[in-house]
């Protein structure tokens, strides 16, 4: 039988939305989807896939992998081997689809952004979507995939009729790594992914000491502070603001930049602001690129101007 297998994230019993990617790409490879899912989960919605399997396993698949590993197996010993397996590009899922790609000698490509249907090909990308590379998986065997979140869920369309589903015991669990808690992370103070104007400041704003001063703007033109990475190794602000690669991606109306150079892992998560607006000393800083107005100059200058334009209006 000629089939993609995609195996599902759940967490706390709930089917995992960044699944929808999985099934999305599993669409457009042209065969059989075949979704495995613990056997309790929620909110999976069958009619997205032509077969469920249920595993009577934990909620979440992914802890220990070498249970999932069996778990393959078992699935390759009644269905065959499948042409993908396809797994979310989280922590979790790139754990467990490495894994399976070693136990069982299988090709992986990782964190696929695209699918060219012609060609054959899965595309991801480096350096912070800089430029994006095509590999094309051997023509026989099985394939291991990990899928970018939000890259495929709209191909993800309800099938003629609903799935089969049939459910399956799990191999006894291996010992020596248990699952034993989900522990929530620390509900930050501040989400900078949802303000509308961001002050954000760089190493360029030179010592801890003036952060207030831009605090004090954030504030007077009803933003909210952000920064780059130095600000946070340097310990001036909390990790919840830096924006980008290791931090969070924002899209504000506006994004006002304060002595940041323009790095690439810090563009690529702020380059869909709608509206730029850097300042920085070097008329040949990066930043100038993507910023639709760019003001070459000192920052604690201008932001003592706009803190007085702001409070005066
Ligand atoms: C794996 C990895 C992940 C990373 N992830 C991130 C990330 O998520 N986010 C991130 O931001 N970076 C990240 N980085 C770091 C990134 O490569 C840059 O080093 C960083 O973005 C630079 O920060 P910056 O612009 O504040 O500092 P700098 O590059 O040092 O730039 C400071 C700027 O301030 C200007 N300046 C100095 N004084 C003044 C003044 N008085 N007035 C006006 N302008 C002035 C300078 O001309 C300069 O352009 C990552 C790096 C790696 C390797």
């Not at 699944?19 to 989807?33: K, P, T, V, W």
């Not at 107005?293 to 005066?312: C, N, P, Q, T, Y």
């Amino acid at each position: 039988m000629s089939y993609v297998l995609v195996v599902s994230e759940v967490r706390k019993n709930l089917f995992e939305e960044r699944n929808l990617d999985s099934i999305g790409l599993s669409a457009l490879l042209g065969r059989e989807a075949v979704l495995l899912v613990p056997e309790g989960a929620q909110g999976v919605n069958e009619s997205l896939v032509d077969k469920i399997l249920k595993v009577r396993a934990g909620d979440d698949l992914f802890s220990n992998p070498l249970n999932l590993v069996d778990i393959l197996e078992s699935v390759f010993g009644a269905l065959g081997k499948p042409d993908f397996i396809v797994f979310t590009h989280s922590a979790s899922g790139t754990e467990a689809a490495a894994y399976a790609a070693g136990n069982f000698s299988f090709p992986i490509i990782t964190d696929v952004s695209g699918f060219d249907k012609e060609a054959g090909t899965f595309s991801k990308s480096y350096y912070s979507d800089k430029i994006f590379g095509g590999f094309r998986p051997v023509p026989a065997g099985t394939c291991v995939l990990t899928v970018r979140s939000g890259s495929f869920k709209d191909n993800a369309s309800e099938k003629a009729s609903a799935a089969t589903t049939s459910t399956m015991d799990a191999p006894p669990a291996h010992e020596g790594r248990t699952f034993l808690e989900y522990v929530e992370e620390e509900r930050a103070a501040v989400d900078i992914t949802k303000a509308e104007f961001l002050v954000s400041v760089g190493r360029g704003i030179g010592s801890k000491d003036e952060v207030p001063k831009y605090e004090e703007l954030a504030k007077a033109v009803r933003g909210v502070l952000s920064c780059s990475r130095p600000v946070v190794d340097k310990l001036w602000l909390p990790k919840e603001r830096q924006v980008s690669t290791s931090g969070k991606t924002v899209k504000p109306k506006v994004y006002l930049a304060m002595g940041i150079s323009g790095a690439f892992q810090h563009i690529a998560g702020m380059k869909d602001a709608d509206c730029i607006i850097a300042v920085n000393k070097d008329p040949e800083a990066p930043i100038f690129q993507y910023a639709h107005f760019g003001i070459v100059g000192d920052v604690h200058k201008l932001r003592d101007k706009l803190i007085e334009m702001a409070k005066g209006s």
